[in-house]
């Protein structure tokens, strides 16, 4: 490639503008391939100024040069609009331009950040991403990279799209869904006080989309919804997250349900939550009504409760404990058997099994 | 996502496994060819999922000729059904049990298709971290690709070196071992160098120590070399760049691709041939199958003997049913008096006599005695139930407890889970059964010794405090 650069010698703003010009005629060309090849060219020599290769050194003036053309036109626009144009390798450079013009910094200033706040359609882009199936991987990461500026994450915590994310994190591949979570998370747990912002207008609305998850994914959304659940609620700027969660009967319930799932992970994950529900010292009187007619079901549960995983395995013992305390401080409600005539009740199952297997083998 | 994979691909037969789960060979129903399936179980997997899947999604970013391609993932019950292109041909390992050892043009033809491998994969930024003969696998037309990527990461531009401890101790390199200053892409080309080692004489260098003491070794030793006439200058060359102690001194994939060792021109008509024999020997030593790790049932799932609790959703609130007041009580506090009417130990009965329940082994004789009152034994003999029924604590305990179920067995239950040993559990067991056998011929007797237990534990909680 570099040859090329040497006999054609682009200065880096030249560089943007055919690139420009050629990404424009991607959606309406006779001769598709020809402009991928070139723009795949211009991408790769772009790609060049920007990590430089066995023979060149990337130039601070280059890239400074580069990266004002990119911010005076609709450069990052048009690539990423036309992502699914593009050439598997070239989609790969499109995303390095990106992130490294978006790492720059000026003094304090990001001013890919600042180009990015004045054209939002860029952003907008990004959070559609995950509608095209063949290249939601690129625009998913494109846009990780942007929730790590606070300022980006609360202008997308502002947009209706991102509740689209709930539902994409449900459905089309494995990769595409996974990933739409990654983003959900990250947009959720980044900045702390943006966050908190955004669960003081829509703690409701959230509460009902993860839950959801919780509800009707599959095993692996399963896992990372509750986990995420967990995370937020243990975040101690999300308060009212906390105190809205567990104060409703119906999220308890959905805990309770994973809590007997037949998924170990699934089970710890759950218990996670369970806690807090516990833990919490002014319990709503639908909560106790739960707790109480559990009670002896909860405790026998917890009593067989355990994990495998060794890290943590003290605090989780100490937790459990707690809870187990917790639940035990209830009152017991009596199972109305007034009749004399005494019959032996059994034991848990799992105590008459052994029994029975002991029998066997005596 | 939410599609089932056994409805898509029929599993042939296991054909590896791995820390991270077993290798099946398996036809995609719809196009007929074969492929391989990675089944993870993510129950058992020690691996944190998040790591998986950044895995495969990085995975699924990678087109290259010389890397086993990955084409999809799905979940089945708890497990990811990775998809990935099938080599037929087997392991470079696989070739090495057959021939223990491999022809120079071989090697250098081998090791060349594994260099275009890993420059693709050093321009990705990724680092393989566990290059091996075991890791290069073969298509039957000869084609060579590097394979799992089960414990490979990405070096990021903000982490350049990683600190994780991972790969095969004969192949890795000093610095993976020290770990004193982290690692970059060089460490592949280390461990290059071990193979081709490998491929040559049939075994790594120091393979005859145990894997551990390899730890120790390699950091202090000299890097090892290929020393003899019967081998070619070249080759001898090509390990030695490879096996720079200094990573820095190491060249990249894309320079040593320039290496006149790899400049042998044999086409991979021999590599076919050889593939095809030691398929043939494979299969009349029926090595081909292995036992997975963890056996796919897909009807019994894994943790069937957790049995779902049925939870109690019901609307009825709680204060319309009735509380058991013993746990009210342990609240409340209590008149000395009312300890002081704490019975003998014997059982009153209604005609004031002692029943001979006192001498019964169920309790405790030769516990102290205190403060008998026989005022209390007059109250009581007022009572009038069964013969055994209601001391004085029926002052504050309900009436419509059932003491068998709720007291003495519940207790008996406790005890039983608590009990490690299986002697002292049937010990536990027949004991609640002879209790209830006497409950059945003298009605009342569970419901005095709850009571009596729970007096004493009062009046000596009280007496503590005194």
Known sequence: MAFLFKRNPKTPSELVRVLNDQVTKLDNTNDLKKVQDDTSRYLSQITVILHGDEENVPQPDQISQLAQEVYSTDCLYLLIANLHNLEFNSRKDVSILFTTLLRREIGNRNPTVDHLLSKPKILITLLRGPENSETCLITGAMLRDCIKYEAITKYLLKEPLIWQYFNYSKNGTFENATDAFITLSDLLTVHKKAVAEFFNKNLEKFIFHINNLINLGNYVTKRQAVKLLSQLIMQRSNYHLLQAYVDSPQNLKLIMILLSDKSKNLQIEAFNVFKIFIANPKKSKPILDILIKNRDKLITYLRNFSTDRKENMREFNDEKEFVIQQIEDLPRLIVSNSNSSVDIPNLPNHARQQQQQQQQQQ | ?466
Not at chain 2, 54 to 72: A, D, G, M, N, V
Not at chain 2, 105 to 119: K, M, S, Y
Not at chain 2, 143 to 157: C, E, H, L, R, Y
Request: some cysteine; aromatic content about 10%; charged content about 25%.
């Open chain 2, 1 to 466: 996502m939410n599609v089932d994979p056994v409805e898509l691909f029929e599993i042939d037969k296991c054909i590896g496994r791995g820390n991270f789960g077993d290798v099946y060979k398996a036809v995609d129903r719809a196009s007929s060819t074969i492929v391989a399936v990675k089944v993870i179980n993510l129950e058992e997997s020690e691996e944190d999922v998040d790591i998986l899947i950044q895995e495969i999604l990085f995975l699924s970013q990678l087109r290259s000729p010389y890397i086993t391609t990955y084409y999809s993932t799905y979940i089945k019950d708890v497990s990811l059904w990775i998809i990935m292109e099938y080599c037929g041909g087997g392991s470079c390992a696989d070739l090495l049990r057959c021939y223990k050892c491999l022809h120079e043009d071989i090697v250098a033809f081998i090791i060349r298709d594994v260099l275009r491998g890993l420059d693709y994969l050093h321009s990705q930024r990724k680092i393989h971290r566990d290059i091996k003969a075991a890791n290069i696998l073969l298509t039957n037309s000869g084609q060579v690709k590097i394979a799992d990527f089960g414990v490979s990461g990405q070096i990021t531009n903000t982490q350049l070196k990683k600190h994780t401890f991972v790969g095969t101790p004969f192949w890795m390199a000093p610095e993976v071992i020290t770990r004193k200053t982290g690692y970059n892409e060089k460490a592949d080309i280390w461990s290059l160098g071990i193979t081709t080692i490998e491929l040559i004489n049939g075994t790594p260098p120091y393979s005859e120590y145990p894997p551990m003491e390899i730890l120790f070794k390699i950091p202090k030793s000299a890097p090892p070399i290929l020393v003899g006439s019967e081998y070619n200058e070249v080759l001898k060359k090509f390990v030695k760049e490879c096996l720079r102690r200094n990573p820095a001194d190491r060249p990249s994939a894309k320079t040593l691709l320039q290496h006149e060792f790899l400049s042998v021109e044999i086409g991979n008509m021999p590599l076919i041939s050889l593939i095809k024999h030691k398929n043939k020997w494979i299969m009349r030593n029926k090595f081909g199958t292995r036992k997975p790790r963890f056996p796919l049932n897909y009807n019994e799932g894994i943790m069937n003997n957790n049995t779902p609790v049925d939870w109690n959703f019901s609307t009825t609130r709680t204060k319309d049913l009735p509380i058991a007041q013993s746990t009210i009580l342990e609240n409340k506090k209590k008149s000395k008096n009312e300890i002081g009417e704490c019975p003998e130990f014997g059982i009153v009965s209604r005609t004031g006599k002692v029943s001979a329940i006192s001498s019964s082994p169920l309790v405790c004789s030769d516990s102290p005695r205190e403060n008998p009152s026989p005022k209390s034994t007059e109250n009581i003999s007022e009572e009038n139930s069964s013969d055994l029924k209601s001391s004085s604590a029926s002052i504050y305990l309900p009436k419509d407890i059932n003491y068998p179920n709720d007291i003495i067995s519940y207790a008996f239950g406790k005890i039983f889970y608590r009990a490690k040993k299986k002697e002292t559990k049937q010990a536990v067991y027949n004991l609640r059964k002879i209790i209830y056998d006497f409950e059945r011929q003298q009605p009342g007797l569970c419901e005095a010794l709850s009571e009596e237990i729970f007096l004493r534990m009062k009046a000596s909680k009280e007496r503590e405090l005194r």
